[in-house]
């Protein structure tokens, strides 16, 4: 089955910096990834994905990269403010199965 | 309204019972999918249910099991609950392909 690691399991940075999560994946059917921000006490929340066949995908000031030989993809977060703090997951899907498989989290700490 | 209601939002259960949680997406919506949240092991995927079928299993000992009913509503059963069984219980329905939204989640303690 699919195996995801992520990576770095903390992170902490000051207001204004950039902050770069990445994750590896293990299988090459996967075709869909999804970054998720998870708030304490609340639900997580879709933020950004990307899929197969994009290499890049930027909103506002999150960006996602995919590089689908090395298997690995990166969520980049640029002008980090204390609201961005929150525990952020990685994820991959395979096939038509929808059966998604995540990384264990980031907590970011944004230090005003 | 893309909504997911689970019940209960708490559970405080002893070591050996059973528990039971349900999960309702809004009408229309045939595939639910359950995970476990612990601190250590972050968000595990335990199974999907399309259609009252169960589709896709993760890796969960049989005392985790579920069903789906007609009307999308899922449920969850955890029997001879141990302790490391306390988690967050988080169901999800795709709002659209391939993105899940998330309901609340049952928060279980397990004493």
């Known amino acids: 089955g699919e195996n995801v690691e992520q990576h770095p399991s903390t992170l902490s940075v000051q207001e204004g910096d950039s902050a770069v999560i990445k994750c590896t994946y293990s299988?090459?059917?996967?075709?869909?990834f999804p970054w998720y921000k998870q708030e304490l006490g609340k639900r997580p929340q879709l933020i950004i994905d990307?899929?197969?066949?994009?290499g890049e995908k930027k909103d506002q000031r999150i960006a996602v990269t995919l590089n689908k030989t090395a298997k690995h993809f990166s969520l980049h977060i640029t002008e980090t403010q204390p609201e961005d703090s929150a525990v952020y997951f990685c994820a991959a899907l395979s096939g038509g199965y929808q059966k998604v498989t995540f990384g264990i989290g980031t907590k970011l700490q944004v230090i005003p | 309204k893309a909504g997911v209601t689970q019940t209960p939002r708490y559970l405080i259960k002893t070591r050996g019972q059973q528990v039971t949680l349900s999960c309702s997406p809004i009408s229309g919506h045939r595939s639910v999918s359950w995970y476990q949240q612990t601190p250590g092991q972050g968000l595990q995927f335990l199974f999907e249910?399309?259609?009252?079928?169960?589709?896709n299993k993760g890796n969960f000992p049989g005392r985790f099991s579920g069903r789906q009913f007609s009307n999308s509503r899922s449920e969850m059963n955890v029997s001879t609950l141990e302790l490391g069984d306390s988690a967050l219980y988080l169901c999800a329905r795709f709002k659209r392909v391939n993105e899940q939204y998330f309901g609340p989640g049952t928060r279980l303690t397990v004493t």
């Open positions: 299988d090459s059917a996967s075709n869909y």
């Open positions: 249910y399309f259609s009252e079928t169960q589709r």
């Open positions: 990307i899929r197969s066949n994009v």
